[in-house]
């Protein structure tokens, strides 16, 4: 296995995968290393080191590494390596939580299968089938996809995977997160049981340990943890605000940006969406990406922000998982998440690959119960300071909706007095059953003013008395 030697919080491999020398991106296929100097990788991090060479040796892997460490090169570079031109079928098979990390790792892959004459499909919801059907039925050697739309076409009978060496699951966690478990198991059982498998996950749940004991065969486990003894890669700072100037102090932040990218993260589509909306009223260049955007509006924005034209970009928690832009200088929790395993994907957006980065939370009153038992999961206390930048504006209140209502006001007998809520003008005859309008203009307007007046001093009577009161003003001659 691959252990964790704790001097040095870098892992080491033992003598079934160790080799004579230590590894090297010129131990690949030339096409691959030419490729890799093109995007300018040229030493291999941690993960990469260990899980590379595993997998070149045919072992099945277990790998357990934070964001930003990587990974993606350590199972793309093998899985390449693994597939042969000369045979017709799929032969790599990557499955993803989601859309956005799919993409992601296709533009990683991509490149990498061109230069070895392969060819590489994407799968995920939220577009036609058509397309994804005619790009099966041209022979792609590798695939990358969601389960949910693996398994539509498997059902389909247009993918077929028997063919299938090298089967990957990235961000297994966050797949029981969303409930895929069950799907992922339906699609295992589309493949060879002679497969290859390489499973990575940020953190261990049971269903991940479930998952490796029931469909690897002695695993190689590679677990990178970060150097606790070197200096943080990301400062992390925690403000106390209050609610009615939260959105102010998000405009301070904003205004103290540096070059980089600033990912600001909600809790709700809708809440993402509104922010979104009042920072561009606000002059700041922003978007949302949401759940309820379509796919093209999804790639678009993630186009954008990654290539710097979009500098803000406010996001739920579907960015926090596998959205690896590089140059990410500025996250902030606008609003907290649900777990302390959230945060900890949130945090992970900036300070990608060694870059420094900064995380900033803002904390209202009704936060900081669930600060205080988030810091107990994290493991670490990061205690909230005043706000430092001057004193800050209340936020406008929202103007109320043209439909609203007001709430009704109750007597003390718990029943609203039948003239109180009835609109102006809508009187009707206690007796007669006349229908409203019945009575004449200037009865209806004089009606009108009586009622005012008993509503107003009308407080302190019983409802009989103000039954009997409003009787008597109806009556001819009184």
């Given at each position: 296995m691959v252990m964790t030697d704790k001097s040095t919080r870098t892992p080491t491999v033992n003598s079934v995968t160790q080799s004579a020398q230590p590894f090297s991106f010129q131990q690949v296929r030339p096409a691959i290393f030419a490729e890799l100097q093109k995007m300018g990788i040229t030493s291999p991090t941690p993960i990469q080191v260990s899980a590379i060479p595993a997998m070149l040796a045919g072992h099945d892997l277990l790998g357990q590494a934070p964001t930003g460490s990587g990974?993606?090169?350590?199972?793309?570079?093998?899985?390449?390596?693994?597939?042969?031109?000369?045979?017709?079928?799929?032969?790599?098979?990557v499955l993803v939580p989601t859309r956005e990390l799919a993409i992601q790792i296709a533009d990683v892959a991509e490149p990498l299968a061109k230069a070895c004459k392969l060819k590489?499909?994407?799968?995920?919801?939220?577009?036609?089938?058509?397309?994804?059907?005619?790009?099966?039925?041209?022979?792609?050697?590798?695939?990358?996809?969601?389960?949910g739309r693996t398994l539509d076409h498997l059902r389909q009978g247009a993918l077929n995977l028997k063919s299938v060496k090298v089967f990957v699951l990235d961000e297994a966690d966050e797949m029981l997160d969303r409930g895929f478990a069950p799907d992922v198991e339906r699609i295992i059982g589309y493949t060879p049981t002679t497969r290859q498998t390489a499973l990575f996950s940020a953190t261990m749940p049971q269903w991940v340990k479930l998952t490796a004991e029931k469909h690897m065969r002695s695993p190689v486990t590679v677990r990178v943890t970060p150097d606790k003894e070197a200096p943080a890669v990301i400062e992390q700072i925690v403000y106390e605000v209050g609610a009615d100037v939260k959105l102010s102090a998000l405009k301070v932040l904003l205004d103290k940006r540096g070059e980089g990218s600033v990912l600001v993260f909600g809790r709700t589509k809708h809440g993402v969406k509104k922010l979104a909306t009042r920072l561009v009223q606000l002059?700041?260049?922003?978007?949302?990406?949401?759940?309820?955007?379509?796919?093209?509006?999804?790639?678009k924005v993630m186009a954008d922000f990654r290539s710097g034209k979009l500098p803000i970009l406010v996001a739920t928690n579907v960015a926090a998982r596998g959205i690896d832009v590089s140059d990410i200088d500025l996250v902030i929790n606008y609003e907290m998440p649900e777990t302390a395993e959230l945060f900890t994907h949130r945090v992970g957006r900036t300070g990608r690959m060694g870059r420094a980065g900064t995380a900033i939370t803002l904390l209202t009153a009704v936060d900081f119960l669930k600060w205080h038992e988030m810091q107990k999961a994290l493991g670490r206390r990061i205690a909230p300071s005043p706000w430092p930048h001057g004193e800050l504006a209340r936020d406008p209140l929202p103007m109320p909706s043209p439909q609203s209502r007001q709430p009704r006001q109750r007597s003390s007998g718990g029943r609203p007095p039948r003239g109180d809520s009835r609109p102006q003008g809508s009187s009707r005859s206690p007796r007669s059953g006349g229908q409203r309008g019945d009575r004449a203009p200037g009865e209806r307007q004089q009606r009108i003013e009586l009622h005012s007046q008993d509503a107003g001093s009308s407080a302190g009577m019983s409802a009989l008395e103000r039954a009997k009161a409003r009787h008597q003003q109806r009556q001819p001659g009184r």
């Open positions: 990974k993606t090169l350590a199972f793309t570079i093998p899985m390449i390596e693994a597939c042969d031109t000369k045979v017709n079928g799929v032969q790599s098979l590489l499909t994407l799968l995920y919801g939220g577009r036609s089938l058509v397309p994804e059907q005619s790009a099966l039925r041209r022979g792609p050697h590798i695939i990358i996809g969601t389960p002059g700041y260049p922003t978007a949302a990406l949401q759940g309820n955007l379509s796919q093209n509006a999804r790639e």
